[in-house]
């Protein structure tokens, strides 16, 4: 009996004395989509992205309309076409089609590639802000996923200040 409540002793002793040392961490927490959304670099990477993919997106809406065009026309006037006719504009539209599919798919490969890069960048600037402000006020951990986090420790307003001042 008397190891037992040794034990039940230094465990409250040990909690205790944890519990005090927990009190005493400093937590933060930033929302690292909302980062990737507000801040003026990922805004900035954004816009870049827009300009640089604007010309090709704007080739790829110009072929969807036409083969739009072109199905309307084959839908309506298919009947009346000579069958030579029908399958040459068939086969047009399959060719086209096929040519805009593949446009496609490598403008979202590229989009997405280039996203990544940009986004890779703006995510190191703002991990070297977290750590500067972390050791400039003395935070314990700054967690950047989490199901809940208190507004008191949510530091990510300054992070995007930050970030906008380094620009």
């Known amino acids: 009996m008397k190891v037992s409540r040794f034990s039940v002793f230094v465990f409250a002793a040990l909690m205790l004395g944890a519990g005090s040392a927990m009190a005493q961490a400093r937590i933060g927490f930033v929302n690292s989509e909302r980062v990737m959304r507000e801040a003026g670099p990922a805004v900035q990477a954004q816009q870049r992205l827009e300009k640089e993919f604007a010309k090709r997106d704007g080739e790829l809406q110009s072929i969807s309309k036409e083969l739009q065009a072109m199905q309307s026309n084959l ?50 600037r703002a991990n070297k802000v977290v750590k500067k402000i972390a050791e400039a006020e003395k935070y314990d951990i700054i967690f950047q996923e989490a199901v809940y986090a208190s507004p008191s420790i949510d530091i990510t307003d300054k992070v995007i200040k930050a970030l906008a001042e380094n620009q």
């Open 75 to 124: 839908e309506k006037n298919s009947l009346t076409m000579p069958e030579a006719e029908r399958r040459k504009k068939e086969r047009e539209f399959g060719e086209l089609s096929r040519d805009f599919q593949r446009r496609q798919r490598e403008f979202r490969e590229d989009l997405n590639q280039r996203r990544n890069e940009e986004l890779a960048t703006v995510l190191d």
